[in-house]
């Protein structure tokens, strides 16, 4: 079995924290990233381009893991 990187794990972290996020938006209207770091902050929106090149990133890494 192919062993992930810590840059995979970064990744897959990031991505799960995103899902998460969006989970509270959707459940509660509630932003946690908005919340600790100020809404449109630029933290914010840094953690948020962060994710989103995580999920692009994570397309290879499913590629990877497919491999035997």
Excluded: P, T
Excluded at 3 to 29: C, H, Q, R, T, Y
Excluded at 42 to 50: K, Q
């Amino acid at each position: 079995m192919n062993k992930l990187s810590i840059v995979d794990w970064i990744a897959l972290i990031l991505i799960v924290v995103g899902g998460l996020n969006w989970g509270l938006v959707g459940a509660f209207n509630f932003d946690l990233v908005a919340a600790i770091f100020g809404a449109g902050s630029a933290i914010a929106r840094i953690v948020y381009i962060l994710v989103g090149l995580s999920a692009i990133y994570s397309i290879f890494i499913l590629g990877k893991l497919g491999k035997k």
